[in-house]
T-cell receptor, first 109, second 114 residues
């Protein structure tokens, strides 16, 4: 089984930086994903980490520490369109994904 | 990039009727597709893994006789909610596995059972 925890809500100002933490407990860890989901829409892929360290992709970066069961998603230079839910998902085995409850990020002007 | 479509995007049905939702991978073949359910303000819960040419694998607590899955081709999986009840009202999302790593999600289907 797995237990994936992330904060429920976060608020930040346009242009600022926000860090969304995710902790997990799982057997058979085989990668961690971050997705963005706008209300009423399907999730879209943001990042994937399977080895420890930081993966940078434009304004978004994701970090993984497997020994600590910990990841974070860093959003820089926040824009209003970044207001969405951010889902942490852990892959177990070949391809099964288990999702956290999601963190709703609200960007204020 | 890989595109996955779902049809319909929303549907309203009466209690006791059945509803079929289609999931298609438009520009790639997907041996494996997944069906998720998402209730308001909750995360995605995997319902079942759909494998082309074989029976679906259901997650614990998901009734296979109620949620019928057919993965008849490499680009199409269908989910049929049989004898729908109001508690089945939810957002149903499919995804298709491309390669070994990435799941591409469909736009979702909003089901309302009255």
């Amino acid at each position: 089984g797995q237990n994936i925890d992330q904060p429920t809500e976060m608020t930040a100002t346009e242009g600022a930086i926000v860090q969304i933490n995710c902790t997990y407990q799982t057997s058979g860890f085989n990668g961690l994903f971050w997705y963005q989901q706008h209300a009423g829409e399907a999730p879209t892929f943001l990042s994937y980490n399977v080895l420890d360290g930081l993966e940078e992709k434009g304004r978004f970066s994701s970090f993984l520490s497997r020994s600590k069961g910990y990841s974070y998603l860093l959003l820089k230079e926040l824009q209003m369109k970044d207001s969405a839910s951010y889902l942490c998902a852990v892959r177990e085995g070949d391809y099964k994904l288990s999702f956290g409850a999601g963190t709703t990020v609200t960007v204020r002007a | 990039g890989a595109v996955v479509s779902q049809h319909p995007s929303w549907v309203i049905c009466k209690s006791g009727t059945s509803v079929k939702i289609e999931c298609r991978s438009l520009d790639f073949q997907a041996t494996t597709m997944f069906w998720y359910r998402q209730f308001p303000k909750q995360s995605l819960m995997l319902m079942a893994t759909s494998n082309e040419g074989s029976k679906a694998t259901y997650e614990q607590g998901v009734e296979k006789d109620k949620f019928l899955i057919n993965h008849a081709s490499l680009t199409l999986s269908t989910l049929t909610v049989t004898s729908a009840h109001p508690e089945d009202s939810s957002f149903y999302i499919c995804s298709a596995l491309q390669g070994e790593t990435e799941q591409y999600f469909g736009p979702g289907t909003r089901l309302t059972v009255t």
